[in-house]
């Protein structure tokens, strides 16, 4: 791909979940293609997540509310 941009970090974590967890808060990461070995299982994963896809469903209904009243 021409102009793409790769990203390589060296990360320093007292787990894994705290690595993972520090991966997934950087903001560019939607936005990344990414291969990723699991380094947690599948339920920390999930726990890891939960609390940011509950942050983006507040704010899509923040959105779709500011829509709705005309933005106020």
Do not use: Y
């Not at 974590?13 to 380094?39: F, Y």
């Not at 994963?45 to 940011?52: A, M």
């Not at 209904?61 to 009243?69: G, Y």
């Amino acid at each position: 791909m021409s102009g793409a941009v790769a990203l390589a970090l060296i990360v320093t974590a007292e787990s894994a979940q705290e690595s993972d967890d520090l991966i997934t808060s950087l903001p560019v990461w939607p936005r990344m293609e990414a291969e990723v070995i699991p380094l947690t299982t599948f339920e920390r994963r999930k726990q890891s997540l939960l609390p940011r896809l509950d942050a983006l469903k507040a704010q899509e209904r923040e959105l779709e509310r500011s829509s709705t009243s005309g933005g106020r």
